[in-house]
């Protein structure tokens, strides 16, 4: 039965998207309408912050009280791209991070249509990197992101791979946008139940990413149905049974088993697009993140927080 908790969740995303929704909105305005999402999330206790530069990318320190000092956490916000920042993600990184039990480093990589791709998968490289240079050993990195930060995650294992890298030790990528021709059947069957999402958004996002830079929709570097996913790290893909994206979430966890990955594929039940923006009020999500947490504490061979 779905909890009264994420039913008020679920109004609470109708309203911002009700808001979003006055096609005189200037992308200022949209930014700041987004930046508020945040409160739909709890302040986790025992978690500090800290910003930093990490190697040229501005980014936020979410550390758990006795965390793990050998691992971290690469997270990666949502936004298509274009909204949201380190600082709307900030709880449910935090949530993560203290399920997990290590700390979190949360990037503010570039946005669209200011920087057009490939500028964010950069930005994401550069802040592994940084990673790399503090002493983090890489199987002892997790790279995690939800909708664009999804596929920013595996982006990242997909680059490193290619050009020989040392590649992270896990990938935990929620709510995925992995399918950029907007083919999958969801994005119309659910657009009734996912209100966070819509077709047109997608379009929008999509147009600052890409418009202008000759990638085309179906190109494996932004596709992560077109890629080719053999040799990554251990990967968890979370999603929401009600968002647009949960056909194409589910395609790629698929191609990613295909691929012979370690593979774990969790839904949750009239989960939203991003649901992890629920969390610490909706028991739903609290206990998709404390799963999330065992997950990565397993790949990344750490004993279990206290």
Not at 223 to 230: C, I, K, Y
Request: hydrophobic share 40%; charged share 20%.
């Amino acid at each position: 039965m779905t909890s009264i908790e994420s039913t008020e969740f679920v109004k609470f995303c109708s309203a911002v998207r009700e808001r979003l929704s006055d096609p005189h909105l200037d992308l200022a305005t949209i930014r700041d309408i987004v930046e508020t999402v945040h409160t739909a999330a709890k302040e986790p206790e025992g978690v500090t912050y800290a910003e930093v530069d990490a190697g040229g990318v501005e980014a936020l320190w979410c550390v758990p009280t006795d965390c793990e000092p050998r691992a971290v956490l690469l997270h990666n916000h949502m936004g298509g791209s274009v909204v949201a920042s380190m600082h709307s993600d900030r709880k449910p990184a935090a949530h993560i991070a203290k399920a997990a039990g290590m700390r979190s480093l949360v990037i503010n990589y570039r946005r669209s249509p200011e920087h057009k791709f490939p500028a964010q998968t950069e930005d994401v490289e550069r802040a592994y990197d940084w990673l790399l240079g503090q002493g983090y050993q890489p199987e002892n990195i997790a790279v995690v992101g939800h909708s664009f930060g999804g596929t920013l995650a595996v982006n990242l294992a997909l680059s490193l791979r290619d050009r020989g890298a040392a590649l992270p030790g896990a990938i935990l990528s929620i709510s995925p946008w992995c399918d950029l021709t907007l083919s999958c059947k969801s994005i119309d069957t659910h657009a009734d139940v996912d209100m966070v999402l819509t077709r047109a958004m997608l379009e929008l996002f999509r147009s600052c990413w890409l418009d202008g830079t000759g990638v085309h929709w179906s190109d494996p570097r932004v596709n992560l149905l077109r890629a080719d996913l053999r040799g990554l790290p251990p990967i968890a893909v979370f999603y929401g049974t009600d968002e647009l994206l949960a056909d194409e979430a589910v395609q790629f966890a698929l191609r990613a088993r295909a691929a012979g990955n370690n593979q774990y594929l969790q839904s949750v039940q009239h989960g939203q697009h991003s649901f992890i923006m629920g969390a610490g009020r909706v028991p739903e999500v609290g206990d998709a993140i404390a799963e999330m947490g065992k997950w990565l504490r397993r790949k990344l061979l750490l004993r279990a927080a206290p």
